[in-house]
């Protein structure tokens, strides 16, 4: 398997374990690295900090999940396009870039987010 394939299939198991099975502990151990930097201002920066955002996450959206629509892999980054779903709540597209360590480690996080609306003007769906 490539690099390019091993990043892939890291970030898509680390961001599934993490949501839709709502083990942040579990997918931080196996899938970041020494360090993890955080661009989303709503989430501290650190593995602790995420950890413990996702664990809330947890409790209050018990039934979320995300749905990954396309994955893109250059160098030592993986992009994911996705859908959030938060039963209760509103859904997000979401564009998560995350950076990759020389082993195949998350070592940076960002993301685009932005609510799915109920009609488009073009028709076109957002994934």
Avoid at 25 to 50: C, M, S, W
Avoid at 59 to 72: A, F, G, R, S, T
Wanted: proline share 4%.
């Amino acid at each position: 398997m490539s690099n390019l394939e091993k990043n892939k299939e890291n970030v898509q198991n680390f961001y599934k374990m993490m949501f839709n099975d709502s083990k942040p502990r579990e997918a931080v151990d196996l899938y970041v690295g020494d360090t993890y930097i955080q661009h989303n201002p709503e989430v501290g920066d650190g593995k602790e900090e995420f950890i413990k955002y996702f664990e809330r996450m947890a409790k209050e959206y018990p039934d979320k999940k995300v749905i990954i629509h396309k994955v893109i892999a250059e160098d030592n980054y993986v992009v994911l396009h996705c859908e959030q779903i938060w039963p209760g709540d509103a859904n997000w597209a979401g564009m998560d870039i995350f950076r990759l360590d020389e082993d195949g480690k998350i070592v940076e996080h960002f993301d685009v987010l932005q609510t799915i609306p109920e009609s488009s003007k073009n028709g076109n769906s957002m994934f």
